[in-house]
T-cell receptor, first 111, second 115 residues
């Protein structure tokens, strides 16, 4: 089993749609979690850190389910500019700050 | 303020040559990371510096790869005897160590092409 798994997509949705991505992780002791966004041929940019009970930032909501070892990202009222790859990232427990990255989920928002 | 910068943005070299890639982290960030990313893949961890020392170099693929950060700021990734399989985007990131959530901020990357 991969350490961090995501559905690669692509997800094709119309503008205004709500879309959700899931990510599962294998290390039950993992403590911190992130969603990054990456545009084509650009560097990853931090979208959200995922806190223990989930958090919301505008149209974006991140949830963490420790029992099932998954993290979700919900995008409401999707915009054309949301088209990108969304990367799920996990920081395993310990002082080592090496992040474990998923392969990403591709989203295309269509007019 | 200024973000992470990387130079060069693109590097084309021939098989067997030596290359150096530079990263200038966000001012005040003590942790620095190197990753490489191939098309359709997530970033692959290479090495992590805390200050001047390499705290974890377990991701370096072999001894042709080496990185330094002599003054705890700018870092250089060095690749000897380059091979075609080394072609990728090399990403650098930095973070504030005291951030419990270890949020990493990335530079634009160096696209390395080995012919």
């Amino acid at each position: 089993r991969k350490e961090v798994e995501q559905d690669p997509g692509p997800f094709n949705v119309p503008e205004g749609a709500t879309v959700a991505f899931n990510c599962t992780y294998s290390n039950s002791a993992s403590q911190s979690f992130f969603w990054y966004r990456q545009d084509c041929r650009k560097e990853p940019k931090l979208l959200m850190s995922v806190y223990s009970s989930g958090n919301e930032d505008g149209r974006f909501t991140a949830q963490l389910n420790r029992a099932s070892q998954y993290i979700s990202l919900l995008i409401r009222d999707s915009k054309l500019s949301d088209s990108a790859t969304y990367l799920c990232v996990v920081n395993p427990t310990g002082n080592n700050r090496k992040l474990i990255w998923g392969l990403g989920t591709s989203l295309a928002v269509n007019p | 303020g200024a973000g992470v910068s990387q130079t060069p943005s693109n590097k084309v070299t021939e098989k067997g040559k030596y290359v150096e890639l530079r990263c200038d982290p966000i001012s005040g960030h003590t942790a620095l990371y190197w990753y490489r990313q191939s098309l359709g893949q997530g970033p692959e961890f290479l090495i992590y510096f805390q200050g001047t020392g390499a705290a974890d170099d377990s991701g370096l693929p072999n001894d042709r790869f080496f990185a330094v950060r002599p003054e705890g700021s700018v870092s250089t990734l060095k690749i000897q005897r380059t091979e075609r399989g080394d072609s990728a985007v090399y990403l650098c990131a930095s973070s504030l160590t005291r951030s419990g959530y270890n949020e990493q901020f990335f530079g634009p990357g160096t696209r390395l092409t080995v012919l």
